[in-house]
């Protein structure tokens, strides 16, 4: 198997530009997660999906970012405008079981805003 | 009550040596304890859980120790080798969800 993947896996952008970043899960898992990693805070979860639907995106920080998951093989996390502060690793993880434990990390998006 | 406190913040061990993590957490809700390894450039990669009913668990050389009326558990490398040498992650599951420690940057020298 693959993996999770995510694309890009650098991206640089000017503030106030959008920013779309991509994970696609491995095969055959039900649950997606999405995760942004910075040396203040730590490793911080923004919203999952189970079965493409969203059950808590309680830690995505302001309306700018906003994801989605069509459907069950690909997600998107979306910033705009984005801001400098948004720099960060962004990790899309997935599990097999629903609100399982037991996630698998992609290798992540480094996100710098100028 | 949803965080997760882990220390040390960093750790240096010899080669052989024991690496000692501890993480310590307040919902009692928490009912599973995953540990994860993070290299430089990399994501998360789990490592060993374990769940509450259980005082222990041992793979290879990392072994859980799990005090649930402490409310602590922490994650042991024997035999520490240079190749350990990353970043640790305790992390404790409510829902559907997990809550990831602050991290401990394990240096392990030759």
């Known amino acids: 198997d693959a993996g999770v993947i995510q694309s890009p896996r650098h991206e640089v952008t000017e503030m106030g530009q959008e920013v779309t970043l991509r994970c696609k899960p491995i095969?055959?898992?039900?649950?997606l997660f999405w995760y942004r990693q910075t040396m203040m805070r730590g490793l911080e979860l923004l919203i999952y999906?189970?079965?493409?639907?969203?059950?808590?995106d309680s830690g995505m920080p302001e309306d700018r970012f906003s994801a989605k998951m069509p459907n069950a093989s690909f997600s998107t996390l979306k910033i705009q405008p984005s801001e400098p502060r948004d720099s960060a690793v962004y990790f899309c993880?997935?599990?097999?079981?629903?609100?399982?434990?037991?996630?698998?990390f992609g290798p992540g998006t480094r996100l710098t805003v100028t | 009550q949803q965080q997760v406190k882990q220390s040390p913040q960093s750790l240096i061990v010899q080669k052989g040596g024991i690496s000692i993590i501890n993480c310590a957490y307040e919902?009692?809700?928490?009912?599973?304890f995953p540990w994860y390894q993070q290299f430089p450039g990399k994501g998360p990669a789990l490592l060993i859980a374990?769940?509450?009913?259980?005082s222990e668990k041992k793979e290879g050389r990392f072994t859980i120790s799990f005090n649930k009326s402490a409310k602590q558990f922490s994650l042991h490398i024997m035999d520490s080798q240079p190749g350990d040498s990353a970043t640790y992650f305790c992390?404790?599951?409510?829902?559907?969800?997990?809550?990831f420690g602050q991290g401990t940057e394990l240096s392990v020298k030759p």
């Open positions: 374990i769940r509450p009913d259980v």
């Open positions: 999906f189970n079965n493409n639907v969203p059950i808590d």
């Open positions: 919902n009692t809700a928490f009912d599973y």
């Open positions: 992390a404790a599951k409510t829902g559907g969800k997990l809550i």
């Open positions: 095969s055959g898992h039900n649950s």
């Open positions: 993880a997935s599990s097999l079981v629903q609100g399982g434990g037991e996630q698998y």
